[in-house]
T-cell receptor, first 112, second 111 residues
Framework: NAGVTQTPKFQVLKTGQSMTLQCAQD?????MSWYRQDPGMGLRLIHY???????DQGEVPNGYNVSRSTTEDFPLRLLSAAPSQTSVYFC???????????FGDGTRLSIL | GIQVEQSPPDLILQEGANSTLRCNFS?????LQWFHQNPWGQLINLFY???GTKQNGRLSATTVATERYSLLYISSSQTTDSGVYFC?????????????FGRGTQLTVWP
């Protein structure tokens, strides 16, 4: 099993550009989440999904969209990038609620 | 959401020393996890411990759910233990599946 795979690992964008961060897991996990990590902070939840076709907002959802068309994939979309979205983004998955969450290696995103 | 507080924020140790990291949380939780973020930024799952005590080599963790805290013990620390240690809790009911993180403890172990 590859676990949780995030692509790309690094990305630089200009303000106003759009992009999609990819997240895939091969563990047949129902729950998937996106977090962002800013310097000196813990991780904060952006969006999460408890199964295909179901998504919900976390603590910091503004400026991000998600969809969950398959169990394996949970892409995160930035529609119009802003410098405040410069961060490290982590995707996580778990079999269901109240189970250990497994994290990808992160995507380092810089917006100029 | 659930508030998670970790202490101390920074910890500097000499190799071989022991340490205790603390995590307090503000509400009842379904589970609690301890993570180590290594210098490459990877989050390594150390413990999944909603209650009780677990041990893994030189590391052990205890969660007292009724009193809303957890402790992570590191014995005979090594330079490879350096990094940031995060505590994260998962809520119940409508917050099931959502992890709330503390700000972490930055541990530096000197040879």
């Amino acid at each position: 099993n590859a676990g949780v795979t995030q692509t790309p690992k690094f990305q630089v964008l200009k303000t106003g550009q759009s992009m999609t961060l990819q997240c895939a897991q091969d563990m047949n996990h129902e729950y998937m989440s996106w977090y962002r990590q800013d310097p000196g902070m813990g991780l904060r939840l952006i969006h999460y999904s408890v199964g295909a076709g179901i998504t919900d907002q976390g603590e910091v959802p503004n400026g991000y969209n998600v969809s969950r068309s398959t169990t394996e994939d949970f892409p995160l979309r930035l529609l119009s990038a802003a410098p405040s979205q410069t961060s490290v983004y982590f995707c996580a998955s778990s079999l269901q609620g109240a189970e250990p969450q497994h994290f990808g290696d992160g995507t380092r995103l810089s917006i100029l | 959401g659930i508030q998670v507080e970790q202490s101390p924020p920074d910890l500097i140790l000499q190799e071989g020393a022991n340490s205790t990291l603390r995590c307090n949380f503000s509400d009842s939780v379904n589970n609690l996890q301890w993570f180590h973020q290594n210098p490459w930024g990877q989050l390594i799952n150390l413990f999944y411990i909603p209650s009780g005590t677990k041990q893994n080599g030189r590391l052990s963790a205890t969660t007292v759910a009724t009193e809303r805290y957890s402790l992570l013990y590191i014995s005979s620390s090594q330079t490879t233990d350096s990094g940031v240690y995060f505590c994260a809790v998962e809520g119940r009911g409508s917050t099931l599946g959502r992890l709330y993180f503390g700000r972490g403890t930055q541990l530096t172990v000197w040879p």
